[in-house]
């Protein structure tokens, strides 16, 4: 399974052909428009109805020549850690292909309960906010992780001038919780998930892939 981080919270995930774009964003301060990037893509997926994660009009969904290779499931989540009182729910995206399985944890806000931890499963990659102040910072960003146990984790939705929110925090603070041979930060924004990639991996933000 590839991924290719395309900024904020934004990924392209992609499996023997079939491409689902999740949680496409707009007016997010430094990014360039997504649909400058012309996507064609097969399904949208976004975890609640921001605009920095429902953006949908920013790609062209085009009809796939076969079954979807994916298998999707949910699990029902709040944007905050009041229960939603602050900013509503947030859904979890757990996708699995080619026999692997990510989540895409959208804006999530608050720790995990053991019951939605056991509806989530195994991981072999978690895609995860880690600047805080509209999601989970970066200490409650690894009490998930440590909940969840995946092999490999991909922080999002953080700062990094000029790209991102200017009121959340960056990835430094995320990556210093880490020992740091665990720790690798990419040369491109895309890798791809198998059972072997552990650690944090940190992509690197590209205008153009």
């Known amino acids: 399974m590839k991924l290719t981080w395309l900024g904020h919270a934004c990924f392209l995930v992609e499996q023997d052909g079939y491409r689902i774009l999740l949680d496409p964003y707009t007016g997010v301060e430094g990014y360039p428009p997504l649909a400058d990037r012309k996507l064609r893509v097969h399904k949208i997926l976004c975890s609640h109805g921001h605009f920095d994660h429902n953006a949908v009009d920013q790609a062209e969904v085009i009809p796939f020549d076969g079954p979807c290779p994916f298998t999707i499931r949910t699990v029902e989540t709040f944007h905050d850690g009041q229960g939603g009182a602050l900013r509503g729910n947030n859904t979890i995206h757990i996708l699995s292909a080619g026999g692997v399985t990510v989540a895409h944890m959208g804006d999530l806000g608050h720790q995990l309960s ?26 409650g960003a690894k009490a998930v992780c440590e909940a969840l146990n995946p092999t490999c ?20 603070d995320f ?35």
């Open 114 to 139: 053991p019951e939605q931890v056991q509806a989530i499963g195994p991981l072999d990659a978690v895609l995860i906010p880690v600047g805080g102040f509209y999601t989970i910072d970066a200490a």
């Open 175 to 209: 990556l210093a919780l880490w020992p740091e041979s665990e720790v690798r930060r990419l040369e491109g924004p895309s890798l791809e998930v198998d059972k072997t990639g552990r650690g944090v991996l940190v992509p690197k933000f590209c205008e153009e892939t």
């Open 153 to 172: 984790v991909v922080p999002m939705h953080y700062h990094h001038a000029p790209y991102g929110l200017p009121v959340v925090g960056g990835v430094e």
